[in-house]
């Protein structure tokens, strides 16, 4: 038996809106906070991606060639730290030129391109590669989604991109416990191959970690592995283990005096000292462990996020709908008048990004709370208002350009 882990991090930073009022539209073009955007990046910078950053450094120096990790990052979390946080930058090209770390494709501002726009989605994701090999490295051939959005409709549209795998969510609804184990053939691209995250093992350290309330804490290294093993010999055969999390986990959703960094640092020499468990890319683990004998269909969109893993996160009420909808009917009128406005295209992609949608979620109980965390607004209300006045500006900027060609 063997268990090959893949730990997978999510980087991303939205650019904020700053409060944009009514009576601005037609006067003012500038949308974004830089102010809030700088403080935040320089924050998380300083808790997660610095202190990070070295730690999986100094783990990978120590455990070469055996401790492997991946990443995706997102273009405008890339932006952000060259304006505001360059040794970050600077950190995160040390980290890839260890030779440890497999680099992911994404779409270049985290957006639902996906499920609305063939077009965008295909041209964020060459973005996305451009603004990656500028900057930090080239990405491979492992895509990973928006919040791991997945569909028939968009495995297939990646798989005509070239791409051999694509990461999802290992949601009770499409994989028992011992499927998550194993790549997939999804059903509407069979040369494409699903990577399951195991969702309950990457919960325990991304939400659950800190949780005096929770019967395991506090959770150890030495625990963890036991967790891993117990799971390594539930099966026979090369399988794989999907530990899938956002990289702010660890310094900022989860501080430093809880523990996590003191983890993290055990948590590789724990694992290898246990035989049968390796650590291993995204596309080692697809040249190791054979695809299971189903195939995934998913006619409906699975992701990561809230109980409902769907996309209820960012489509689930009439103001997040109304929202989407009215984006991307600009995406004609953006596209014709950005020949004439070099910033207007960037302006209507940073409005894309999935997180304003997210920011206006009216859920209850636990995954509001969630919402609410991540939010900068008074309530999902106000996040609607504030970008819906941004979007009529952004119109009106169209409108005046199509008018100045015409003419």
Not at 317 to 336: G, M, P, W
């Amino acid at each position: 038996m063997s268990l090959n882990l893949c730990f997978y991090f999510q980087v991303h930073q939205p650019w904020r809106l700053r409060t944009y009022r009514y009576a601005e539209v037609g006067h003012h073009h500038d949308y974004f906070d830089a102010s809030v955007n700088s403080r935040i990046m320089r924050r998380v910078a300083d808790k997660c991606y610095l202190p990070m950053n070295a730690l999986l450094e100094e783990l990978i120096r120590r455990y070469q060639p055996d401790f492997r990790v991946s990443f995706s990052i997102t273009a405008t979390a890339l932006q952000q730290m060259q304006a505001y946080a360059p040794d970050a930058l600077a950190s995160f090209r040390r980290l890839m030129a260890t030779g440890a770390v497999e680099l992911l494709s994404e779409t270049s501002h985290h957006s639902l391109a996906g499920l609305y726009s063939p077009r965008e989605f295909a041209a964020q994701i060459a973005l996305h590669r451009e603004v990656c090999q500028r900057l930090l490295g080239v990405p491979g051939r492992i895509f990973r989604n928006t919040e791991l959005i997945v569909s028939d409709a968009i495995a297939r549209q990646v798989a005509a991109l070239d791409y051999a795998g694509m990461c999802m969510e290992g949601a009770d609804r499409v994989l028992r416990e011992s499927e998550v184990l194993h790549p997939h053939r999804y059903s509407a691209a069979p040369t494409l191959l699903a990577l399951a995250r195991h969702y309950r093992l990457s919960d325990d350290i991304a939400f659950r970690f800190s949780n005096r309330g929770w019967r395991e804490w506090p959770l150890t290294a030495e625990r963890y592995v036991q967790w891993l093993e117990n799971t390594a010999a539930s099966g026979s055969g090369e399988r794989l283990l999907g530990l899938f999390m956002d990289y702010e986990t660890f310094g900022e959703h989860q501080w430093e005096s809880t523990g996590i960094f003191d983890f993290m640092r055990a948590l590789p020499g724990a694992v290898l000292a246990r035989r049968g468990l390796r650590f291993v890319t995204p596309s080692e683990a697809l040249e190791r462990v054979p695809p299971g004998d189903a195939g995934v269909a998913l006619p409906d969109p699975v992701s990561w996020a809230d109980l409902e893993r769907d996309t209820s996160a960012w489509t689930g009420n009439r103001i997040q709908c109304a929202a989407q909808r009215a984006v991307y009917d600009l995406e004609s009128k953006v596209h014709a008048a950005a020949a004439g406005d070099a910033g207007l295209l960037e302006d209507w992609r940073r409005l894309l990004t999935s997180d304003h949608a997210y920011y206006m979620c009216t859920k209850y109980w636990t995954d509001g709370d969630v919402h609410k965390y991540f939010s900068h607004y008074d309530s999902p209300y106000d996040a609607y208002i504030g970008y819906m006045n941004v979007l009529a500006d952004l119109a009106q900027r169209c409108a005046q350009r199509s008018g100045m060609a015409a003419a």
